[in-house]
DNA sequence: CAGTGGTCTAGACCACCTC
DNA sequence: AGGTGGTCTAGACCACTGT
């Protein structure tokens, strides 16, 4: 990062002052009609100084930025947490802080996985770490149009590209249509092929949603980022040809690294 | 996906303790196989207590839920920033702590915005922040087909349902093509009406990106919410019959309040 | 005015990584 | 061992809301 800040003063309406500091760096002063707090003005110096360097380059500690700048470690905390939500900056405990690659973005579309992430470039892969029939929660069993405490296959994954954990997604199914699905899925890696291949089912239509959640510690560390950090769960509910749900989806993906494209065309 | 916490007493492997606290209340224990932080046990303790509570009720203030659950109000308050962000809560300064009502679903459909609120059953109104003819910047002019710094119209224009603000909107239109556009909407609510019948343009298809940012605190302040919160940021690019991009829009809509679907067919 | 949430400080200990 | 980010504490003052 670089060596002088630009500005002037920091400090504004509040807060006591250690009166001896030295001159130190500055942030930029609070602009007259609207209140922005510290932090704030800190956050913004620091995304342009992030703005020159490139993915990768490791940034000062949080202790230097805290002497640099004369604010409290609290302070620079929360700056930086906000240019790590925001996908500017990646943090790792013991190691630094760093500046992040750019957003990738996915599409939305009825198309199986893999071949969206290989489309892109890159190498997708998955693990599957859970594969059980389990009796319905009821908003399994809404989607799929089952009576709560159905048999419904569930089939956690965790995808990867390039081998970086990209989403966690849990796959629900109805357990007496499609079964045996589960143990076949121990061998196969699309679910969409598996289907298509032993189950005679296509999917023609589906409804996605989109909103932000937090982390779970344990998500967070499946997917190797920080607890509390948004995620953007998506969820889908397919249909095949006979219009019958077949498959209700939740995905997780890291809203710092993640973002969706649909496109749309005039209704009919 | 998500996880479950039993037990009892808290404070786990860290941290010099008040020696003569009274008993208290407990947050669930730390598991096994998990590093929990206490401000998550605490959190997930708040989030069962809320699922009691209708929406609109206050809850205790931080400085009691510090001493009933002896902790330091910090700690509450990292708790109580992530109900927030998710959406169980809605915290007012001076006011206190509120449980918040359910998440809206907003359809991405290339409709009308009025007509799709109206369809939900709420009463759409928007307020006209800015209205100018300024040189488009290259992310406009890319997406417009244009040169940079080529007159684009801008109309910057907050989003009201039931009179609760809802999104900050901007629209970039190229202002040769669609002259005198920005008079018109200070007498029309209708953008796309406008479009239609004043300038024989229909659109017919559009590319939606959603991706989560962080609110500044002017938008913070235009959406009633806190400097910080997550936002979702939805960008629309529009294109007309003879595929000549129309319109591209960002949306900034509070990720605390709004999730959004889309509806997916088959690839032709 | 008292009480609320919002910001900020200074300092401590922890878990984790690299050397 | 030493340094990093992660968590937590106790206390202060602020801005804002209600009385």
Redesign the pocket.
């Known amino acids: 990062m670089g060596e002088q800040a630009e500005g002037r003063i920091?400090?504004?309406?509040?807060?006591?002052?250690?009166s001896d500091?030295p001159p130190a760096a500055r942030i930029p002063d609070a602009p007259i009609g609207a209140?922005?707090?510290?932090?704030?003005?800190?956050k913004q110096e620091l995304r342009q100084e992030i703005g020159q360097l490139s993915p990768g380059m490791?940034?000062?500690?949080?202790?230097?930025?805290?002497t640099r700048f004369?604010?409290?470690?609290?302070?620079?905390?929360?700056?930086?947490?906000e240019l790590?939500v925001e996908g500017q900056l990646q943090?790792?405990?013991?190691?630094?802080?760093f500046v992040a690659p750019p957003k990738l973005t996915q599409t939305l579309q009825l198309t199986s996985y893999t071949q969206d992430i290989a489309a892109s470039g890159r190498r997708p892969t998955s693990r599957l770490l859970d594969a059980a029939v389990v009796p319905a929660p009821s908003d399994v069993a809404t989607r799929l149009e089952l009576r709560v405490d159905a048999p419904v296959q569930r089939l956690e994954r965790l995808r990867l590209a390039d081998d970086e954990p990209m989403a966690i997604e849990a796959v629900y199914l109805d357990a007496e249509r499609f079964a045996g699905v589960g143990d076949a899925m121990l061998h196969s890696s699309s679910l969409y092929a598996l289907l298509r291949e032993q189950y005679a089912t296509v999917l023609v239509r589906a409804e996605e949603t989109i909103e932000t959640v937090l982390a779970s510690?344990s998500e967070a560390g499946m997917l190797d980022t920080?607890?509390?950090l948004p995620l953007l769960l998506l969820t889908r509910t397919s249909w095949d040809e006979q219009d019958r749900p077949v498959e209700y989806v939740r995905s997780l993906y890291r809203g710092d690294r993640y973002r969706f494209v649909a496109n749309l065309s005039r209704p009919a």
């Open positions: 920091a400090d504004a309406p509040a807060a006591a002052r250690v500091a209140r922005v707090p510290k932090y704030y003005r800190l490791a940034i000062p500690t949080e202790r230097v930025l805290s004369a604010v409290s470690r609290t302070t620079v905390r929360q700056a930086l947490h790590v943090r790792f405990q013991g190691r630094g802080t510690p920080g607890t509390g």
